[in-house]
């Protein structure tokens, strides 16, 4: 099959991306936990799984296709984020703002669904 990166949606009504490769031995929910936490610091226990969310985005890079699998967890607590020396910055947006920061189009529209997601779950 083609390469599957994992990436976790960590959502306060704001979002943030982790990506990362999975690891042999770890299924595509495991990997985006473990990337969660060497990226952001924040441990699964910190994190609660959105049930019923779960999105796919295929994509080619160096003319590869690759596989991008993204959840939707809540953090818990507000605690404090510590990037790892993979990322410049972190911001908090709303989402107008987040789909402009995203210049993709398939990024922008899974955005847009995970907030009429949320709205659902109202």
Request: charged share 30%; hydrophobic share 35%.
């Amino acid at each position: 099959g083609s390469p599957r990166l994992c990436v976790s949606i960590l959502e306060t009504y704001i979002f943030t991306f982790l990506t990362g490769h999975v690891d042999p031995r770890e299924d595509d929910l495991q990997s985006a936990f473990r990337e969660t936490q060497e990226e952001a610091g924040l441990q699964a226990s910190q994190l609660t799984l959105v049930q019923g969310y779960k999105k796919e985005l295929h994509y080619p890079v160096r003319g590869k296709p690759k596989t991008v699998v993204y959840w939707l967890a809540e953090v818990k607590n507000c605690t404090e984020i510590k990037l790892s020396e993979e990322h410049q910055a972190l911001c908090w947006l709303k989402l107008e703002d987040a789909c402009k920061f995203a210049e993709y189009e398939d990024m922008q529209a899974m955005l847009k669904d995970v907030h009429q997601f949320l709205c659902s779950k109202e």
